[in-house]
């Protein structure tokens, strides 16, 4: 049983329900930043509560997940259209097209080399690109696999799901991949966070949240409900893990030896899809309804 107690869960309106809050993450300058998809907008939420929101060209181009880089600026996928975008703090964007045609860029993150680092769901590749937008791409040893999220780990690589095909990848930043498959088949994960020693990760299909090490060895826990559809996760300590529960509309704890917890968000069918750690040291959690919720630790 996890002992934490129930955190107190408010929530922002920040846009109607057709916009479609997806990703989030915090910004340089103190800020919450969210991917509206189905708008093609990209929104700044200020400690104040102070909106501003900045429509990408075009506006079907489907930004998905966001992150910050080490340019200070915002980098996103643009799932519909197959680009990288990239806005400053300023909100003045542009964006690079994807070399593969149709590539379907999904996860994004800062990796360890001053690059950002992203998955290509529809071609079994996983790209970097440069400050300067040059991208390079690396195929990886799957067909249909549909690399998702990605994260830096501890071990100076980039560590990501295989929705599709049921494992977790390690790449370096030179190209070297390693598949590692998952015990449960059809688990189909998709988030992934680093908590610094190891790499933690949710099977939407399965109803599990996994460990993995740096040396490959996977541990697999239940939820209390295998059919909640955990989406996204992240890691706020080492073994102290928060993760969203999409099709149960919770957001879910889990502690380094596997004890989880899960929570009721204040509005049903929120779907909620990305959680990051705001500056304000509470979790943020993107409601595809249009909302943010906010979980204080």
């Not at 799957?142 to 690589?157: E, H, Y």
């Not at 295998?226 to 300590?237: F, G, M, N, T």
């Not at 893990?241 to 929120?270: D, K, M, Q």
């Not at 990305?274 to 906010?294: F, N, Y």
Request: aromatic content about 8%; proline content about 9%; overall charge negative.
């Amino acid at each position: 049983m996890n002992d934490l107690p129930s955190p107190l869960i408010t929530e922002v309106p920040v846009a109607d329900a057709d916009a479609g809050p997806y990703g989030i993450t915090a910004g340089a300058d103190g800020a919450l930043w969210l991917t509206l998809v189905h708008r093609g907008t990209i929104m700044r939420l200020g400690a104040d509560g102070a909106r501003r929101e900045f429509t990408l060209d075009p506006p079907t181009c489907g930004p998905t997940v966001i992150t910050p880089g080490f340019d200070e600026a915002l980098w996103c996928t643009r799932f519909r259209d197959h680009r990288i975008g990239r806005i400053t703090l300023d909100g003045d964007a542009e964006s690079f097209p994807v070399p593969t045609p149709d590539a379907g860029p999904y996860g994004i993150t800062a990796g360890p080399d001053g690059a950002v680092w992203f998955t290509e769901m529809n071609s079994d590749r996983i790209g970097r690109i440069d400050g300067g937008g040059e991208i390079t791409e690396f195929a990886l040893p799957t067909t249909g696999g549909f690399p998702s999220v990605i994260t830096p780990g501890p071990d100076g690589a980039l560590w990501f799901t295989l929705n599709q095909a049921n494992g977790i990848g390690r790449i370096t930043v030179d190209g070297k991949c390693v598949i590692h498959p998952l015990p449960t088949p059809n688990a189909a994960p998709v988030g992934i966070t680093s908590d610094g020693e190891d790499l933690w990760f949710v099977e939407i299909a399965a109803g599990r949240v996994g460990r993995i090490s740096t040396r490959g060895e996977i541990t697999e826990f239940d939820l209390p409900d295998r059919a909640a559809r955990p989406h996204a996760i992240i890691a706020v300590a080492p073994g102290d893990c928060w993760f969203t529960e999409w099709g149960a509309n919770r957001v879910g704890h889990i502690s380094a030896s596997g004890e989880i917890a899960t929570y009721a968000l204040p509005s049903p069918a929120s779907e909620p899809h990305g959680i990051t750690l705001g500056p304000d040291g509470a979790l943020w959690v993107a409601q595809e309804t249009g909302t943010v919720a906010r979980v204080a630790l």
